[in-house]
């Protein structure tokens, strides 16, 4: 007994997370069972993961928050990837710093990312970096029309990229988007799948079934678990694609490929350094969650692989929230709400539905679908 006479506590792990958003909030709600604590650095007050433990408010970027997360946590981990890469820097110095800073830094630029899926012979559209009016010819020479133009930074959520048609309409696109652009082959894809993947501090690596994706207005709005028709094959090469990744970068944690699956080929189009809206759907459609891998690997516990509990989707509640007692009252709905303030084009939270088979899923998401407005 110490000496203040009361037991033992258990040997917990003091996560830090930078951000405090939906992603912080879930990862906390699953790291929280296997006893450990979480810190958020949070500039915004009053943030979805506020409730799961301490915030510290404070850019991502203020030399205070930084001390304090290095002082008080036994690693660092983000839910976002565009983290100043300096911060990354500094908390990788002191502490572990998972996934390592070099994946936050490759993902927050399309051309670093799109170079390295070229190294590592993963297949993309073709893509040429587009800068200057001067660029234009040679960029488009490259991708044809139509073409995608994109900023390489900070774009998310289908913002900061248009969709040029013409040579006139790629030029229009240079005013609008600013400098610091790349341009991309339109693929004219079947659909959107992705790949999460886990890397453990031990090098060892696990898979989720490929996700098939529906966006709109370039926002998720509908995953479907497992990829409905996705061939073993298809699984083993989106798995091989994201472990070139993961080894490439000495990966630990969660990390999602985005995919277009076109004429049965898989193209990566981006990924993510972190938890991904198009693993959502693991919290109750999988036996351990990619939040609770995301944190067993960053903690140095075993991964578990994961195992499907049946088929599932995932619906996101964006702008407007619904009727929690009708969505909880759909068979096989699992409401998960962020705690976040209404506003258009917010994600707000999202709806998983498990089912026996895909025919009670796929009900299951029309009647969520039409109560949380995601079919208008
Ligand atoms: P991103 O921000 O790169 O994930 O793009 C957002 C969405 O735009 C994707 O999910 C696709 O639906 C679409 N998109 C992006 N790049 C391309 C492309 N090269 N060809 C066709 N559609 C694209």
Avoid: C
Wanted: hydrophobic fraction near 45%; avoid cysteine; aromatic fraction near 6%.
């Amino acid at each position: 007994m110490p000496q203040d006479g009361l037991p033992a506590r258990s040997a917990y792990v003091r996560v830090a997370v930078l951000g405090g958003g939906q992603l912080a909030r879930m990862l906390a709600l699953e790291g929280i069972p296997l006893g450990h604590r979480f810190t958020f650095l949070e500039p915004s007050p009053d943030p979805p993961a506020g409730a799961l433990g301490t915030v510290i408010e404070a850019p991502y970027d203020d030399a205070d928050g930084l001390a304090r997360i290095a002082a008080g946590a036994d690693v660092v981990t983000y839910e976002f990837e565009n983290v100043p890469a300096g911060s990354a820097d500094y908390l990788a110095a002191r502490l572990p710093a998972l996934p390592p800073p070099i994946a936050l830094a490759t993902a927050q630029d399309r051309l670093a990312e799109k170079r390295m899926f070229g190294e590592l012979g993963i297949p993309t559209a073709p893509f040429h970096p587009f800068d200057t009016p001067a660029d234009l010819d040679a960029a488009l020479e490259a991708t044809g029309l139509p073409a995608v133009i994109k900023t390489r930074r900070f774009g998310y959520d289908g913002k900061g990229q248009v969709v040029a048609r013409s040579r006139a309409g790629a030029e229009a696109a240079l005013g609008s988007l600013g400098s610091g652009l790349i341009a991309e082959s339109f693929v004219d894809f079947q659909r959107e799948l992705s790949i999460l993947a886990v890397g453990g501090r031990d090098g060892s690596r696990v898979y989720y079934p490929l996700t098939e994706n529906h966006h709109r207005d370039g926002i998720l709005r509908l995953s479907l678990a497992p990829a409905p028709g996705a061939s073993p094959a298809l699984q083993a090469e989106a798995e091989r694609l994201a472990d070139r990744v993961m080894t490439r970068l000495d990966y630990v944690g969660v990390l999602a490929v985005e995919l277009f699956e076109a004429d049965g080929r898989l193209l990566a189009n981006e990924m993510a350094p972190r938890v991904h809206n198009s693993g959502h759907w693991t919290l109750d459609g999988a036996h351990v969650s990619q939040f609770e891998n995301h944190i067993r690997a960053v903690t140095a516990l075993p991964l578990a692989t994961p195992r499907m509990t049946g088929p599932a989707a995932m619906v996101n509640i964006i702008g407007t929230l619904p009727d929690p007692a009708a969505v909880t009252a759909v068979r096989g709905a699992h409401l998960h709400l962020y705690d976040k303030a209404p506003r258009p084009g917010r994600k707000l939270g999202h709806v998983n539905v498990t089912g026996r088979d895909a025919a009670e899923v796929g009900e299951g998401v029309e009647k969520v679908r039409a109560l949380t407005g995601a079919t208008r």
